[in-house]
């Protein structure tokens, strides 16, 4: 099979599964859009992808995003990985959304880059939503405070949230924290504030996408789905 042949059966595979978890939780599969997480791919299956329809990429380094940005045209950039704050003026032109700030000084940083460009950047806040040690992420007990300094970055507009579950055997083990987060993001919903827009439920990766769609994700992030798995 050539790498187009691949990525399509796996991509057909991935859409089957969405519609599967979509019927299961009475949902729309317009609802769900799917992040093609393209760290360490190249460029040629980048646009690979981007011919069979995915647009929208997820990159976690902003050094690879800035290498790949130059040379793939007409599609969106996501970050999606720790942003160092030195980093942040590379990428703030360049990307759509960030799903991964999980800093006041991050959110911080992002705001005075933003202003500057006079852009509004869209954001979702990323939470270690099981509090486990190895991860970054904002913990659920800090969102009150970090939500209520929202108001004060004008070029910030909060969308959503992201979270990165456990790695486990039994994608249903994750159904726990996908609930938990998206009852934090229904709670911040309700926050009537200027720059708060809920949008996007950002969770779901290649082991446990159709759990997290059945929770109410409505963007996943698949790579080794998609791609089959990265060399490191
Ligand atoms: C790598 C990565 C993904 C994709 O992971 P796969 O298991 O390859 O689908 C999603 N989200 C983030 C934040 C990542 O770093």
């Given at each position: 099979?050539?790498?187009?042949?691949?990525?399509?059966?796996?991509?057909?595979?991935?859409?089957?599964?969405?519609?599967k978890a979509c019927i299961k939780a009475n949902r729309s599969v317009d609802d769900v859009k799917i992040i093609g997480v393209t760290?360490?791919?190249?460029?040629?299956?980048?646009?690979?992808?981007?011919?069979?329809?995915?647009?929208?990429?997820?990159?976690?380094?902003?050094?690879?995003?800035?290498?790949?940005?130059?040379?793939?045209?007409?599609?969106?950039?996501h970050f999606i990985g720790n942003l160092q704050t030195n980093k942040v003026k590379y990428i703030i032109d360049k990307v759509d959304l960030i799903h991964s700030v999980n800093s006041l000084k991050l959110l911080s940083e992002i705001n005075?880059?933003?202003?500057?460009?006079?852009?509004?950047?869209?954001?979702?806040?990323?939470?270690?939503?099981?509090?486990?040690?190895?991860?970054?992420?904002?913990?659920?007990?800090?969102?009150?405070?970090?939500?209520?300094?929202?108001e004060n970055f004008k070029n910030i507009t909060l969308n959503g949230l992201m979270c990165v579950a456990p790695f486990v055997e039994n994608p249903q083990q994750n159904t726990q924290y996908f609930r938990k987060m998206r009852k934090l993001f229904i709670d911040i919903s309700y926050k009537n504030k200027d720059n708060i827009n809920m949008k996007y439920l950002s969770m779901g990766m290649t082991n446990d996408y159709h759990i997290a769609i059945e929770e109410g994700a409505n963007m996943i992030r698949i790579g080794t789905g998609i791609f089959g798995k990265r060399n490191y």
């Open positions: 099979m050539t790498e187009k042949d691949i990525i399509l059966k796996n991509l057909e595979n991935i859409n089957n599964n969405i519609e760290k360490t791919i190249d460029i040629k299956r980048i646009n690979i992808l981007k011919e069979l329809g995915i647009k929208t990429f997820g990159e976690n380094k902003a050094q690879e995003l800035l290498e790949k940005y130059d040379n793939i045209k007409d599609v969106s950039w005075k880059r933003a202003s500057y460009i006079n852009k509004n950047m869209p954001i979702l806040l990323e939470i270690n939503i099981a509090n486990e040690k190895s991860k970054t992420g904002l913990l659920a007990q800090d969102l009150p405070y970090i939500i209520d300094e929202i």
